[in-house]
């Protein structure tokens, strides 16, 4: 059985999901795991106050009706669950399943039910594409899904990629769509590589996968 950080609170009632989120920010805050600054494509402590402040202040205004209001209200939800999606992914490719740094970062955790003969997660080697991103230099990734994956790790590298110093961290991706890196360097071959983080770790490198950004 593995541990896996619960995100039911997103889908709570809004009065719920600000008290929730304020317990998260709090514990992450000055949190010894988990020290600032933390992964480049993660979220920021600034911006999950910024995201629950203005859930909190969109709601409070969208109580007494009104299409503007309460289209703003759900856009704010929205960027609410993806900045601690973002959070989420972070903790747990950090954590790797440990219950102390699972349970300090403030999120609820929950174990998994074991699945018996079935290839588990962190076994799986990701399957994906990347084309052509909307900005110059970047690309965007779509992969398949894997059940139980909790994020998706994308390195990059320019030159030869049997040479493993020749690879940089990318981004971590809470989901295996819409993913886009940018700031790689247009007109130049780069190679990518994809592992899916689940809760006792990373799983296995995919193979290489050339493409030039343009």
Same mark, same amino acid.
């Given at each position: 059985?593995?541990?896996?950080?619960?995100?039911?609170?997103?889908?709570? #009632?809004?009065?719920?999901?600000?008290?929730?989120?304020?317990?998260?920010?709090?514990? %992450?805050?000055?949190?010894?795991? !988990? #020290?600032?600054?933390?992964?480049?494509?993660?979220?920021?402590?600034?911006?999950?106050?910024?995201?629950?402040?203005?859930?909190?202040?969109?709601?409070?205004?969208?109580? $007494?009706?009104?299409?503007?209001?309460?289209?703003?209200?759900?856009?704010?939800?929205?960027?609410?669950?993806?900045?601690?999606?973002?959070?989420?992914?972070?903790?747990?490719?950090?954590?790797?399943?440990? %219950?102390?740094?699972?349970?300090?970062? $403030? !999120?609820?955790?929950?174990?998994?039910?074991?699945?018996?003969?079935?290839?588990?997660?962190?076994?799986?080697?990701?399957? !994906?594409?990347?084309?052509?991103?909307?900005?110059?230099?970047?690309?965007?990734?779509?992969?398949?899904?894997?059940?139980?994956?909790?994020?998706?790790?994308?390195?990059?590298?320019?030159?030869?990629?049997?040479?493993?110093?020749?690879?940089?961290?990318?981004?971590?991706?809470?989901?295996?769509? $819409? %993913?886009?890196?940018? $700031?790689?360097?247009?007109?130049?071959?780069?190679?990518?590589?994809?592992?899916?983080?689940?809760?006792?770790?990373?799983? #296995?490198?995919?193979?290489?996968?050339? !493409? %030039?950004?343009?």
């Amino acid at each position: 059985m593995v541990n896996t950080l619960k995100l039911d609170f997103l889908r709570a #009632p809004i009065p719920a999901r600000i008290v929730k989120g304020r317990v998260i920010i709090a514990a %992450m805050t000055g949190n010894p795991f !988990f #020290p600032e600054p933390w992964s480049e494509h993660t979220t920021t402590l600034a911006r999950l106050n910024e995201v629950t402040h203005n859930l909190e202040v969109s709601h409070l205004e969208s109580l $007494g009706g009104g299409k503007g209001k309460i289209a703003m209200r759900v856009l704010y939800e929205k960027e609410y669950a993806e900045e601690f999606r973002s959070l989420a992914a972070y903790v747990t490719l950090v954590a790797k399943g440990d %219950m102390q740094k699972l349970t300090a970062s $403030g !999120f609820d955790v929950t174990k998994a039910v074991p699945v018996q003969n079935k290839k588990h997660a962190h076994e799986t080697v990701p399957v !994906f594409e990347v084309k052509q991103g909307a900005q110059r230099g970047s690309v965007l990734f779509r992969a398949k899904s894997i059940a139980g994956a909790a994020s998706f790790e994308v390195h990059f590298a320019v030159g030869d990629p049997a040479v493993e110093s020749n690879w940089k961290h990318g981004a971590v991706f809470a989901r295996c769509t $819409g %993913m886009e890196l940018g $700031g790689l360097t247009a007109g130049v071959d780069h190679y990518f590589r994809m592992r899916a983080i689940t809760n006792v770790g990373p799983g #296995p490198w995919s193979p290489p996968l050339p !493409f %030039m950004p343009t």
